[in-house]
């Protein structure tokens, strides 16, 4: 964390203290923690790799991983 941008750093202070307040559904939980966690594992493969991907690509990359993980991990009951 001590490579990433200071606002990125606040945004997650935000983004933690708001999934503590703020209660949603398990499927928009799920979708809230994944977004945020492909922004935070692109941000920091921006400190290591840099060609020939972009932020976008590293982004929908890991977003596209964490989903199938999340969907393979979820039961059909929640």
């Given at each position: 964390m001590?490579?990433?941008?200071?606002?990125?750093?606040?945004?997650?202070?935000?983004?933690?203290?708001?999934?503590?307040?703020?209660?949603?559904?398990?499927w928009?939980?799920?979708?809230?923690?994944?977004?945020?966690?492909?922004?935070?594992?692109?941000?920091?493969?921006?400190?290591?790799?840099?060609?020939?991907?972009t932020?976008?690509?590293?982004?929908?990359?890991?977003?596209?991983?964490?989903?199938?993980?999340?969907?393979?991990?979820?039961?059909?009951?929640?």
């Amino acid at each position: 964390m001590s490579h990433f941008p200071p606002w990125a750093i606040a945004v997650a202070g935000v983004v933690s203290a708001g999934m503590s307040l703020w209660r949603l559904s398990p499927w928009a939980s799920r979708a809230w923690l994944i977004a945020v966690g492909s922004f935070f594992f692109a941000q920091a493969t921006t400190i290591f790799i840099n060609v020939p991907f972009t932020w976008p690509m590293r982004f929908a990359f890991c977003a596209v991983l964490l989903s199938t993980l999340t969907v393979l991990r979820v039961r059909g009951d929640e």
